[in-house]
């Protein structure tokens, strides 16, 4: 029976089952002819091949009457092969649809998906006519839905939220409240253990590490590896099958509702940057085999090479519409379809350069974004670099946006790691890094105050070695970062040393009272709280196993001092909104009171003065918060918020400092909430009036609350 093929539309792209068939779209500029490949419920026999009749607009589309959700396909794209003109079509490579919603089977790696002949000396210049259908995923056709939201969105004020970077397969591993079939999975994340454990830490906003579809990289397979992060992205739409217990992209959308249901967001990070398929002797997947010349930027000298910023070897060109659309699509299915709640943009500046190649702050993605009645509500947060020319955009990105903020990073460890000269820059990044972002009325949030990242040493390497140690990489331990500003406290690595390990431990709690209680948004590694450590490996990206995972049991055993610790701050930073201000501080006097917002002041109680910031052998900082807000804060009813006021004293030093408590008021009684020499956070310890000596302990951080009313210092 000859099958019946209908015109159909060009929108909506992708496959849309309606009206008892399904309607076919796939957009390619430079194209010749488009084939559309029937599979068998089992993938693997190719039933049908149906030249698509229609091109309009750029897009070629048909209607399969008759043809039903759960369908497998994918393309063949004929066209060029002029790897020189940037045209890289190969009509004899199965293609995956950049709109597909659910793939069935994984790739295999295997050389007939190379668009060029493997070992030919032409290299990708050469042609390869083998068929890589059986190596290949298939899309499926899925079932229009069009399912409400059952549960509100929590819609944390961003001067309220705490990230918490977590990875999917990694968090629940070795956790033994989970059943061992289901570790590793979004059903897994969704246990109640698993999300009481968030709502008991405090933290507010869950940013899980890329769930997009994504593949293992051809030469980690190749030596027993996976790609464990996940930044090589297949399909935009796609939820990761291996995150996937029963196969269903639902599982994503119910851990999405059961974070929501117990007042957190979820936030990804996704990456539009490139894509899985690499430079010119990479695989033909998708995107290269479809249209190369309009959805990757190259090379302006020699169209057969790819403009790489990214350093994955392509770089996706959304200044292109189509390309530009797709993105677009993808964000807004993530958060209409499976209701979360903002993104993280890895590598955000290689989105935002223009058709010249150059960072553009009113470029069409970013102008997009804020302007999109969905998009423009969620989370925005920037990773501001890339690696190509001018890449660096710290405090480059549109108001509404929020950025990480390497240079807080940097800082806070030179100086907990007692490096000379920080202390000015200290107060500027624990202030919210005004320098970098108090303009067009952006607030101290946009500066996402990262210490530790999945990238990089954990907090407690960070403590315990100087060195990386990637000797698990396939790369001679010439991968990751040299640039740590790590200390690893006399001893390389794991030590009996109790003098040694007691250091580390109170350095774990100094970094993380800084990141706490600094103005801007807290960004918290998983496990950073429990003392997890990945053995000095700053580079785990291939890491699918115990380096990566989160060691619940040692957790069980060791952890819960620094647990018990992390969570007090977060509550401490929850009580007092002197803590997350949603203004910068100015540094003179609050309108209607005598009093400033912020006054800094030297270990025997005066005020710091330009000499004593210039004095670059200091290792102490010491300020007041104060907790008249004044036209600083407010509440959501437009009144004056108020708080008590704080005095925050670090001494990084190696000796005891003894603090002279400042006259902030004549009936000023100060109470220490948190001494770092201490394991306790949170609880009050003995009070002192002003004029009194507070000792501030070697490499240790103290905090007191004032209980009388606070004033302006005393002359």
Request: net charge negative; aromatic share 10%.
């Amino acid at each position: 029976m000859t099958r019946k093929v209908w015109p159909g539309t060009p929108f909506p792209l992708g496959a849309t089952a309606l009206d008892g068939g399904v309607n076919f779209s796939l957009f390619s500029a430079h194209a010749e002819r488009v084939d559309l490949c029937l599979f068998s419920s089992d993938a693997s026999r190719e039933l049908e091949r149906i030249r698509m009749p229609e091109y309009t607009g750029q897009h070629w589309h048909c209607y399969l009457p008759g043809v039903e959700p759960g369908q497998l396909y994918g393309y063949r794209v004929y066209g060029p092969y002029a790897p020189e003109q940037g045209h890289r079509f190969n009509h004899h490579k199965l293609l995956l649809d950049p709109y597909a919603k659910k793939l069935t089977g994984a790739l295999r790696w295997d050389a007939s998906n190379f668009g060029y002949r493997l070992g030919d000396e032409r290299l990708d210049l050469s042609f390869d006519r083998r068929d890589n259908a059986r190596f290949v995923p298939k899309c499926e056709v899925l079932k229009a839905t069009s399912e409400a939201p059952t549960v509100a969105r929590p819609r944390v004020a961003w001067q309220d939220s705490i990230f918490y970077e977590l990875h999917v397969r990694g968090f629940t591993m070795q956790h033994p409240d989970v059943p061992e079939h289901a570790r590793g999975t979004f059903s897994a994340l969704s246990s109640p253990s698993v999300i009481g454990y968030w709502q008991t830490l405090g933290v507010t906003t869950l940013e899980l590490l890329p769930i997009q579809s994504f593949i293992d990289d051809h030469h980690l397979n190749a030596v027993g590896l996976r790609n464990y992060w996940g930044y090589n992205t297949l399909n935009f739409f796609v939820p990761e099958s291996r995150y996937l217990l029963n196969g269903e992209r639902d599982e994503v959308r119910a851990f999405v509702r059961a974070a929501h249901a117990a007042g957190m967001e979820v936030v990804l990070d996704v990456v539009y940057n490139h894509t899985a398929e690499g430079n010119q002797l990479g695989p033909t997947l998708c995107y290269r085999g479809i249209d190369n010349a309009t959805y990757y930027r190259l090379h302006p000298d020699d169209r057969r090479y790819y403009a790489d910023v990214t350093g994955t070897g392509n770089t996706l060109a959304l200044h292109e519409p189509p390309v530009l659309r797709l993105v677009l699509d993808s964000l807004r299915y993530w958060v209409e379809s499976m209701e979360v709640d903002g993104f993280r943009f890895d590598l955000a500046t290689a989105l935002a350069r223009g058709a010249s190649a150059e960072f553009d702050a009113r470029c069409a993605f970013l102008a997009s974004l804020q302007q999109d009645p969905v998009l423009a509500r969620t989370k925005l947060i920037a990773e501001p670099w890339d690696l190509g020319e001018g890449g660096y955009r710290l405090g480059g990105f549109p108001p509404g946006w929020a950025e990480w903020n390497d240079r807080y990073r940097d800082t806070v460890r030179r100086f907990w790691r007692a490096d000379p000269g920080v202390v000015s820059e200290l107060a500027t990044r624990m202030t919210g890094s005004s320098d970098v972002f108090d303009r067009s009325g952006r607030r101290p949030w946009a500066s996402v105050n990262t210490l530790t990242t999945h990238d990089g040493f954990t907090l407690a390497d960070l403590v315990s070695y100087d060195a990386k140690h990637n000797e698990a990489n396939p790369h001679d331990n010439q991968d990751g970062s040299d640039h740590n500003l790590s200390s690893n406290c006399g001893v390389e690595g794991p030590t009996d040393d109790p003098a040694v390990n007691a250091l580390r431990a109170q350095l774990q709690r100094n970094l993380l009272a800084t990141l706490m209680l600094s103005q801007g948004t807290p960004f918290l590694l998983a496990g950073d709280e429990l003392g997890r450590t990945q053995r000095g490996n700053n580079n785990a990206y291939c890491q699918d196993n115990e380096i990566s995972w989160i060691d619940w049991p040692e957790a069980q055993r060791s952890g819960q001092p620094l647990l018990a610790f992390t969570r007090a701050l977060i509550e401490l930073r929850k009580q007092h909104i002197v803590f997350r201000r949603q203004r910068f501080f100015t540094g003179h006097t609050i309108r209607g009171t005598d009093a400033m917002d912020v006054v800094w002041f030297n270990s025997d109680g005066t005020p710091r003065m330009v000499s004593d910031w210039a004095a670059s052998e200091t290792s102490f900082l010491g300020f007041l918060l104060n907790g008249e807000a004044g036209d600083y804060h407010f509440t959501a009813a437009g009144e004056r918020a108020q708080d008590v006021s704080a005095l925050v004293a670090m001494n990084a030093g190696p000796e005891p400092v003894e603090l002279w408590v400042p006259a902030f008021g004549l009936d000023s009684i100060w109470t220490t909430v948190l001494d770092t020499a201490s394991t306790q956070a949170g609880s009050a310890h003995t009070a002192v009036s002003a004029g009194d000596s507070v000792t501030v302990a070697a490499r240790c951080m103290v905090v007191m609350l004032c209980r009388g009313k606070p004033g302006a210092p005393v002359e």
